[in-house]
């Protein structure tokens, strides 16, 4: 399976998918860190892949996802955002009843 195929698979087993640097438990940047705290914040469990272990996902997403920053938010198939979208989201109060919605059904 190439590269593309396992991005897609990945986002599509997964309701909501984060691909940051590092893990929620030991994020490796800044901005992964933030975007994680959000995201354990909201209270579900989500799916993340490390992308400095990953070098292969690391260099192809930015082009399948027309996104060439990390981290990046996957609900349901569709990208959210990066960080500061991810932050504001939470923030305003979007960012819980999106993924409570996600991973309900």
């Known amino acids: 399976m190439d590269v593309l195929d396992t991005i897609k ?3 599509s087993e997964n309701d909501v998918i984060l691909y940051m640097k590092g ?5 490796q940047c800044g901005f992964s860190q933030r975007a994680s705290q959000a ?3 909201c209270g579900q469990r989500f799916a993340y892949v490390d992308i400095l272990s990953n ?3 690391r260099a192809e997403l930015p082009k399948f996802a027309n996104w060439p920053t990390f981290p990046q938010l996957w609900v349901k198939g569709e990208l959210i955002g ?3 979208i991810i932050t504001e989201m939470n923030e305003k109060g979007e960012l819980k009843p999106l993924i409570d ?4 059904g």
């Open 9 to 11: 698979q990945q986002i």
């Open 23 to 27: 893990s929620p438990s030991a994020p």
């Open 39 to 41: 995201l354990m914040a």
């Open 55 to 57: 070098p292969e996902i």
């Open 82 to 84: 990066g960080c500061d």
């Open 101 to 104: 919605a996600a991973v309900a």
